[in-house]
């Protein structure tokens, strides 16, 4: 059997992506499916369905304090993250200049690195400094550990941006900051929105910088593995991940709306030029 | 547009040579000025820390004191010690394993998605991603759900009859490590294989099977070929960060499953000997770069035997 081009088409590939879709979600589908389940075990079959454990969360004052700051971290990490990777992206795409590949490669790096590693370093130099360990140090760390993130979704989004439309408006008199506020801003909006969602879900979902950098005052990551320890916690913390996992999805899939808008109007766009 | 923006550069007006110049001076000054802030914060924070990681490495800790004299003890200790070897060599070969199962694994996805994705590729790339975007900590969790004594895989094979007491040999190994960290890296291994699977001109594909290729021999010979700048960042962006894993082999690993990380860690925890700490983390690198150059070198040799 051959499909278009001579390019094969076997029966048994959309099995197998089949499969392979069950091996990705079956684990993530696991977490909510138990979160409602009416026992303290996480053993089939279910023992009938309930809320309790999500009640339970509410009055629940240390994870409470964890997910303010999570919040705060997570709030704190999009923007440094987004503002610097608009500055590189915007220098990468739009100019030419020496040691762009060096520069890309450090910034891209953490990508590259066992998180390990970043955490271990970071933590010497942040001790080494007289800096106490707190909510800020794991906004220092988590910033590097997103650049990568945030700076993938910005290029790609400042890649097809037509520069003749900023030529125009400086031809026309504005201001190189008016240019960008009127003219590259409004073009460019949706990679931003894009990268400070994602950056958000990367720094939510974060652990091994905020376990290293956080001191004593732990993320919402880092109160669940404190809570790992004791199997009669189990229930509560399936309904937090559970919660965490939903609005991790959320912000994805908003984020991949928002992104896909812009390319479709990018295109009609350039569709209309041509 | 696109022919536009390809020639972009030329149909600026000509300028005289020494303008010219001072023009490409401004723009690089521009450029350079503009990149600046998260340059310097990616120097401050990832390059000079990772540089004061090798310089303690070469230095000694004597309680609160750092001892900077030039010594090679931490690396003796390092790489001499042979539950440091065990352990360095357990997480190379989980690396390893695991490195070349995702790829493999994931390739047919990744072609799956770029030659026959049609108009809903982008969806397909979505639906892959949101699991690995996903809390990587709730993740490893769920397969201790899955793989413990009285988890789903055992509750589930002795509800079908497939065997008659619980598997104890699922969790608490390495190859819960491995099977946890696949699944964690999946999508960071289609990407790139899916990315350079575009590239590829569909009519060489085309061209093989009218020169009488069969569907094997123009995969081999064209379609893995001009796939493999993405199949060695696959492994590249897989392989390395996986040697450094904490979290699975703490929650899923075991006594059997243990890795560097965690004797890295302990140098920093309750055991507070930053060289020693340091030696590891860089010993670390250089292997498991040295790794993962040997395996892109391997991977180069074995398409051109192929070709």
């Known amino acids: 059997m051959s499909g278009r081009h001579g ?33 303290s075990t996480t053993t089939f079959p279910l023992a009938g369905f309930t809320t309790k454990w999500y009640a339970s969360l509410w009055g629940n004052s240390a994870m409470l304090e964890a997910a303010r700051n999570s919040l705060i971290v997570g709030i704190s990490v999009a923007l440094l993250s987004t503002i610097l990777g608009i500055c590189a992206a915007r220098a990468l795409t739009r100019y030419r200049f020496r040691g ?12 590259f690195l066992p998180e390990i590693i970043v955490a271990v370093s970071l933590l010497m130099v942040l ?43 400086l031809d026309l008199g504005e201001t190189a900051i008016g240019t960008f506020r009127r003219v590259t ?42 809570q790992l320890r004791f ?41 209309q030029h041509a | 547009m696109a022919v536009l923006s390809g020639t972009g550069v030329e149909h600026r007006p000509a300028d005289p040579p020494k303008s010219r110049t001072r023009w490409i001076a401004s723009e690089e000054a521009s450029g350079l000025a503009l990149i600046s802030p998260t340059l310097l914060y ?36 390092a790489l001499g010690e042979p539950i440091y070897q065990d352990l ?35 969806l397909w790339l979505f639906l892959i991603t949101v699991p690995c975007w996903t809390s990587y900590l709730l993740r490893v969790m769920s397969w201790k759900v899955i793989l413990g004594y009285g988890g789903v895989m055992n509750t589930g094979l002795l509800s079908i009859g497939l065997i008659d007491k619980p598997l104890t040999t699922l969790l608490y190994n390495s190859n819960a490590v491995v099977i946890t960290l696949v699944h964690s890296w999946a999508a960071f291994a289609i990407l790139p294989i899916y990315v350079s699977l575009e590239k590829v001109d569909r009519s060489l594909i085309e061209a093989a099977h009218d020169l009488g290729d ?86 180069q040799l074995l398409v051109k035997v192929t070709k």
């Open chain 1, 127 to 169: 001790l080494q400094l007289g800096l106490e360990l707190s909510l800020v140090t794991v906004i220092l760390g988590q910033v590097i550990f997103c650049l990568p993130y945030a700076m993938s979704v910005l290029i790609s989004g400042f890649d097809g941006f037509d520069r003749s439309l900023e030529e125009a408006s």
């Open chain 1, 7 to 39: 390019i094969p088409k076997s029966r048994w590939l959309p099995a197998y992506v089949g499969l392979y879709l069950l091996f990705l979600y079956f684990p993530i589908l696991l977490l909510p499916i138990f979160s409602f389940n009416n026992a």
């Open chain 2, 42 to 77: 990616a120097l401050a924070l990832l390059f000079l820390p990772v540089l004061i990681v090798i310089a303690y490495s070469f230095w000694t800790q004597d309680y609160l004191t750092i001892d900077r004299t030039f010594t090679l003890q931490n690396y003796r200790t």
């Open chain 2, 214 to 299: 069969n569907k094997l021999m123009s995969f081999l010979r064209v379609t893995l070929p001009l796939s493999l700048p993405g199949v060695i960042s696959a492994f590249l962006i897989v392989m390395i960060p996986t040697v450094g894993d904490y979290v699975t082999p703490k929650l899923v690993g075991g006594k059997d499953g243990v890795m560097i990380a965690t004797a890295i860690q302990a140098q920093f925890g309750k055991g507070a000997n930053w060289p020693l700490g340091a030696a590891l983390s860089v010993t670390t690198m250089v292997v498991v770069s040295a790794m993962a150059g040997l395996v892109v070198l391997a991977l």
């Open chain 1, 185 to 226: 801003l409004p073009v460019v909006a949706p990679a931003i929105v894009s990268s400070l969602l994602v950056s958000f879900t990367v720094s939510l979902d974060e652990f091994i910088l905020a376990f290293f950098l956080s001191g004593t005052e732990p993320t919402l990551p880092v109160y669940i593995w404190g």
């Open chain 2, 88 to 122: 360095l060599l357990r997480s190379l070969v989980i690396s390893l394993v695991v490195s070349v199962v995702t790829v493999t694994v994931s390739y047919p996805i990744a072609w799956f998605i770029s030659f026959h994705g049609g108009v809903h590729k982008n």
């Open chain 1, 231 to 271: 199997a009669a916690k189990l229930p509560g913390v399936l309904a937090l991940g559970s919660l965490m996992l939903l609005i991790s999805i959320l912000l994805l899939t908003l984020s991949e709306i928002i992104r896909r808008r812009a390319e479709h109007r990018l295109r009609a766009q350039g569709a």
């Open chain 1, 100 to 111: 762009k590949k060096p520069a890309t490669g450090l910034i891209m790096a953490p990508l």
